[in-house]
């Protein structure tokens, strides 16, 4: 299975500061036809995931362009231009190339 | 705007077979992949499953041997098994939308989750 470390673990953020969250993979995640199979998905307390990235960089409907990502091979970062309370929540990283899937271990933002 | 409910025992005993349904609303389940994904409490997110409205489907290795998934076009709904259960089992099971059809394979839509306690 490829493996999805993310860094930190719990980030402390405060409102209308930035914020990044990083994600490493176990092994590339650059397909043969060009994509790249890194998600981001955010779950708020008491809810389930909502996907806010997919294929590296691409934004989901609905996502504020505060929030992008970035990166290629097996590095991958996470970034809220301005963090604002609703952003709180438990962020994952997961890979789409393989099956099966798997996740990073989350991160927890929370406002300071 | 799709809708995805999961359905079923909130308890299931040791050594038994876990049955869900997940009802897909405001769209067909016809022409897309759908996964089931499970959380632990306190933990992270598992991948179980995808299963395309032809009923093909791909199972997580790790859970191959106890895992079966199947759709019901008529109804709109699939649904997962998994015999053979253990406490380890316990935790929310999520069904979702997946877009691996699109060439992204990302999940757009989810389920609100349905606690499922392994348990005598």
């Known amino acids: 299975d490829i493996v999805m470390t993310q860094s930190p673990l719990s980030l402390p953020v405060t409102p209308g500061e930035p914020a990044s969250i990083s994600c490493r993979s176990s092994?590339?995640?650059?397909?043969?036809?060009?994509?790249?199979?890194l998600d981001w998905y955010l779950q708020k307390p008491g809810k389930s995931p909502q996907v806010l990235i997919y294929?590296?960089?691409h934004r989901a409907s609905g996502v504020p362009d505060r929030i992008s990502g970035s990166g290629s091979g097996t590095d991958f970062t996470l970034k809220i231009s301005r963090v604002e309370a609703e952003d709180v929540g438990v962020y994952y990283c997961m890979q789409a190339l393989q099956n099966p899937r798997t996740f990073g271990q989350g991160t927890k933002v929370e406002i300071k | 705007q799709v809708q995805l409910q999961e359905s079923g025992p909130g308890l299931v005993k040791p050594s038994e077979t876990l049955s869900l349904t997940c009802s897909v609303s405001g769209g067909s389940i016809s022409s897309y992949y759908w996964s089931w994904i499970r959380q632990p409490a306190g933990k992270g997110l598992e991948f179980i499953g995808r299963?395309?409205?032809?009923?093909?489907?791909s199972y997580n290795p790790s859970l191959k041997s106890r895992v079966t998934m199947s759709v019901d076009m008529s109804k709109n709904q699939f649904s997962l098994k998994m015999t053979s259960v253990t406490a380890a089992d316990t935790a929310v099971y999520y069904c979702?939308?997946?877009?691996?059809?699109?060439?992204?394979?990302?999940?757009?839509?989810w389920g609100q989750g349905t606690l499922v306690t392994v348990s005598s």
């Open positions: 979702a939308r997946d877009q691996v059809g699109t060439g992204s394979k990302h999940f757009d839509y």
């Open positions: 092994q590339s995640l650059l397909h043969s036809n060009g994509n790249t199979y």
């Open positions: 299963i395309y409205s032809n009923g093909d489907a």
């Open positions: 294929l590296g960089s």
